[in-house]
């Protein structure tokens, strides 16, 4: 006997919750409890009183299990609203990596040279190393970090993708 | 006004929330609350006392609150310490998610700055029961704590019922703040709807309507919305002509007696009830969560019929079985307006004769019968024999887990909701005597008995000692075939009848156990005793602990394999094959 795996897309979710201790374990261990994926999963409070957070989660789901992720989010007590923003349609969503790159000569010239092409910013620069901030897309910061390789990466921090509709409306 | 102590103002809390019991067990981390517990109960200028059962092991105290919630529609209280207090209870408060019992569990823990130093019986019991819990609290501030007591009561009963944990440190129980009961509470994110959207309810009425093969699958979702939701389950039945069945959890809620009725369905279920939901074209599913052991295999599960699934609990919907219509809202509610309009529209009853004849002659398999036998009790007779001395007494019956509560819900007929006490999605052994005390508790006038194996009695066993205590006249039936009977079983379905551990050695003598907890203790041994031997268990107005020898080796029948669809369903023991493919042995 086999194990068979079902079909996935890629969808982001925003997730609005009160921010009480635990709020983040309860999200994340439901993903873990019920066996669904969690690509990429981003916290923080947005509200003014500090009293609401918005979680980014970026899963990859058959629709059947998505739709059943998304009721689950919504039976948890302390969660306000979840949107799926890929369902939705237009929506912007960035990610911030910072890279480290160390290299001399022609390397650390061609590391510049990429980084302006990217857009990426030097936030920390010694004599034989650079710090760059790049945001973007989860695509472009892959292709970039892939050819920081080449010109002597040595570490990465990324964020994980926040995500917001397009247009005037909250989502 | 003063302030109270954290262990006061839990008191006071309950005792405004109308808690009339809480089932329990103390310990470092709880005196505090015992102690207020015990001042309550001896000083009248408190107020109403509070009633605490001392059980004697803390899952019990969860089932205990199980069976008193779910025989009485009233939130089950538990309070234990912290370490393996709380541990102990995990079980019992997954079998409540599990089930959608109302709970309200109250963990001690240790100080507030002793958290996280792995103190002495310190565990991390919010993270424990973060995912066995409908919600969880652990309280740092004073206070907080009366609010939070409201809102887990609110939370527990409202919506699909469920467990919730209050943890509260050591040192927060001593602390003094103010407390003022609170109004009626308007949780930030938390809104139940009850009231389903009409267009939604009048979709399921037309379906209704124009279905001639219908079926009313109902659940325990209509037990939880009160016995007013049996009533009007009963008058849409009678109004629509249509056949019913129930899953394990909602038997009762349509009279076993009922011409409409058709048995449980799934694994253990009737021929008829499989077939008439095989063969549907339209199935009403009322508070039930299509769930595997009701399907069978998926893919087979009623192929030909739409579905509206009647849900409070929107993640229920097409979980496990797409289904055409949903109607969230409260099986009462949903089922109140169903009526309404029906009657509205003056729908004549609709001509399902044709759809009645073919029940009929599934019927007609006689898909409960057993051979029977002179010379030994088979545990469908001992069932049968029991249902009828007792059925003029409309008892309370709970069960533990295996063959004895399959043949339970087969062979005894349920003429009302909230007879009946059964761990169905967790399937917990041990559950049913402190069920059984429990509901005892809540219905002191009742039969209770626990219909029980002699494997999973042992798991809970130590509770004869409650009921001594408090004097509660519980009856224990024991089917005894010295097996674990439902492994064994599926031993001998699935893997040629190789009983790995599944003899139950070493028994104790049940009836010398029994009477060394203070118990009556009766045993059965000839189909000549049965009859006597359950006269003198309800004659006895103590408690009564029987063990009745059964025959060793029967099977629960009729079954649908793990892996089968409806109507691959397994009528007499000479149709098994003893042996199955892995993807069926992998199936649960």
């Known amino acids: 006997m086999h194990i068979r795996e079902e079909q996935r897309e890629r969808h982001t979710l925003a997730v609005l919750v009160d921010n009480e201790p635990g709020i983040l374990a309860r999200v994340a261990g439901l993903f873990t409890a019920r066996g669904y994926n969690i690509e990429s999963l981003t916290v923080t409070d947005v509200s003014e009183d500090e009293s609401v957070s918005r979680i980014t989660i970026v899963t990859s789901a058959s629709p059947h299990v998505l739709e059943q992720i998304i009721s689950q989010l919504e039976r948890l007590v302390p969660v306000h609203r979840v949107t799926d923003l890929t369902a939705l349609g237009a929506h912007v969503e960035r990610e911030l990596a910072l890279v480290k790159v160390a290299g001399k000569g022609d390397h650390r010239i061609e590391a510049l040279r990429l980084a302006d092409v990217y857009r990426a910013r030097v936030v920390d620069a010694t004599t034989s190393s650079f710090v760059f901030e790049v945001t973007g897309g989860s695509e472009k910061i892959d292709k970039f970090v892939e050819l920081m390789r080449e010109v002597g990466l040595i570490e990465v921090a990324r964020t994980g993708i926040v995500a917001i509709s397009r247009g005037r409306e909250a989502a | 006004m003063s302030e109270k102590s954290g262990a006061d103002i839990l008191v006071e809390a309950l005792v405004d929330l109308g808690v009339e019991v809480v089932f329990g067990y103390p310990g470092g981390a709880v005196l505090p609350i015992y102690d207020a517990l015990f001042q309550q109960n001896r000083d009248p200028g408190r107020g109403r006392p509070i009633r605490h059962i001392l059980v004697r092991h803390e899952q019990a105290a969860t089932h205990a609150a199980e069976g008193y919630a779910r025989s009485t529609g009233k939130p089950g209280v538990v309070l234990v310490t912290s370490g393996p207090g709380a541990t102990n209870a995990v079980t019992g408060i997954t079998d409540a998610l599990m089930d959608s019992i109302p709970m309200v569990v109250i963990t001690g823990q240790v100080p507030t700055a002793l958290i996280g130093t792995d103190a002495f019986q310190e565990a991390d019991t919010i993270g424990i029961t973060r995912h066995c819990t409908k919600h969880n609290y652990l309280v740092k501030d004073p206070a907080k704590l009366g609010d939070v007591i409201h809102e887990a009561f609110h939370i527990a009963t409202s919506g699909r019922p469920g467990p919730v944990v209050i943890d509260i440190p050591k040192d927060v129980q001593v602390a003094t703040a103010r407390y003022a009961k609170p109004g009626p509470i308007q949780h930030k994110t938390y809104r139940p709807a009850l009231k389903a959207d009409r267009a939604a309810v009048e979709a399921a009425v037309e379906m209704l309507a124009a279905a001639e093969r219908p079926v009313l699958y109902t659940g325990g979702g209509v037990i939880n919305a009160g016995p007013g939701a049996s009533q009007l389950l009963r008058e849409l039945a009678r109004v629509t002509g249509a056949p019913v069945t129930s899953t394990l959890m909602g038997l009762g ?21 499989n077939m008439a939901m095989n063969r549907a074209d339209l199935i009403v599913s009322v508070g039930a969560r299509f769930d595997d052991r009701v399907t069978g295999r998926l893919d087979a599960f009623s192929p030909g019929s739409r579905k509206i699934h009647i849900d409070i609990d929107r993640s229920s919907v097409n979980k496990n079985v797409r289904v055409d219509l949903a ?135 130590q509770e004869l000692a409650t009921a001594t205590q408090y004097r509660l006249p519980v009856k224990v039936f024991i089917l005894n075939n010295e097996y674990m009977g439902m492994v064994r079983q599926w031993q001998e379905l699935t893997y040629s009848s190789r009983y790995a551990e599944s003899y139950s050695d070493a028994l104790p ?34 408690p009564v602990l029987v063990d009745c020898m059964v025959a060793k080796l029967a099977n629960c029948f009729p079954m649908i394999p793990s892996g089968a669809a409806h109507t691959e369903m397994i009528l007499q023991a000479n149709e098994v094959s003893g042996t199955m493919d892995d993807e069926a042995r992998a199936l649960v």
């Not at chain 2, 809620?253 to 009830?273: F, K, N, V």
């Open chain 2, 253 to 273: 809620a349509l009279p076993a007696s009922s011409p409409q009725w058709l048995g449980m369905l799934g694994m253990h279920g009737t021929y008829e009830a």
């Open chain 2, 327 to 461: 109607v969230i809202g409260d099986a009462g509610h949903v089922l109140e307006d169903m009526l309404k309009l029906w009657k509205g529209r003056q729908t004549p009853k609709p001509d399902l004769s044709e759809w009645w004849r073919r029940i009929d002659g599934w019927r007609a398999a006689k898909c409960l019968d057993f051979a029977d036998s002179a010379t030994e009790i088979m545990p469908q007779r001992a069932i049968r024999a029991l249902y009828e001395a007792t059925k003029h007494r409309a008892p309370i019956v709970s069960t533990e887990v295996g063959q004895h509560q399959m043949w339970a819900a087969q062979h005894f007929g349920f003429e009302a909701p909230n007879k009946w006490l059964t761990s169905g999605g967790l399937g917990t052994m041990g559950y049913g005597l402190p069920a059984a005390i429990g509901a005892q508790l809540g219905n002191p006038g009742a039969l209770c008995i626990d219909i029980a194996g002699e494997a999973s009695i042992q798991m809970n066993i």
């Open chain 2, 509 to 542: 003598d049940f009836v010398k156990l029994a009477e060394a907890y203070g118990w009556k203790g009766i045993r059965i041994e000839t189909p000549g005793e049965l009859d006597d031997g359950i006269a003198a268990m309800l004659a006895h107005d103590g």
